[in-house]
């Protein structure tokens, strides 16, 4: 039920999101969070999103964050991904990284490869429909920020090959980076 609320409620992915992963093996301490979420949504019963009319837009822009070994128990990461059209929070969602990372740096360019990649998937859901829309992708790491950028690897030696195509399309242009 909290995923399902959380689907049009910002405020309560993370939340779902970690309350899924307990459902795996249900702990006093998942009852404690789960009665916790409970009391603050009987604070906030209701969220009103309102969507004021702006321009049309051009640009997509997404924003990305991590939390490096997040996770006591497992030293997992979690991810998160916010999708703005101008002023328009389209998408959000917040996810545990498959595998531990060795550095923070490692954890926002996994966050990041996930950011993007749902952004472009948005961009081309707009292409679909008859818009054109480019892809900004914004993150407050350095470091991460210093591997979209650069060809290959470089120093780092613990990042899976597969996010490499982030790499590629940022060199195309198909994504702009910010801080």
């Known amino acids: 039920r909290i995923n399902f609320l959380a689907e049009d409620r910002f405020d309560l992915k ?5 309350l899924a992963r307990d459902m795996k093996g249900p702990t006093r301490r998942s009852w404690e969070k789960l009665k916790h979420l409970g009391r603050y949504l009987i604070g906030k019963k209701r969220v009103v999103l309102r969507m004021k009319w702006q ?17 006591a128990l497992t030293r997992k990461s979690s991810s998160c991904a916010v999708v703005m059209l101008g002023s328009h929070c389209i998408r959000s969602g917040s996810s545990t990284q498959a595998t531990p990372s060795m550095s923070s740096g490692e954890a926002e360019f996994n966050a990041g490869v ?14 679909d429909l008859g818009g054109s829309l480019s892809l900004e992708l914004g993150m407050d790491s350095s470091a991460a920020l210093g591997m979209f950028r650069r060809s290959g690897l470089g120093r780092v030696r613990h990042i899976a090959v597969p996010l490499m195509w982030i790499q590629d399309a940022v ?9």
């Open 14 to 18: 993370f939340a779902g999101k970690e």
């Open 55 to 71: 321009r049309a837009q051009k640009k997509l822009r997404t924003y990305s964050d991590s939390d490096w070994a997040g996770c």
């Open 114 to 127: 996930r950011a993007a990649s749902i952004g472009l998937g948005s961009c081309a859901f707009a292409a």
């Open 171 to 179: 060199k195309k242009g198909r994504v702009a980076l910010f801080k």
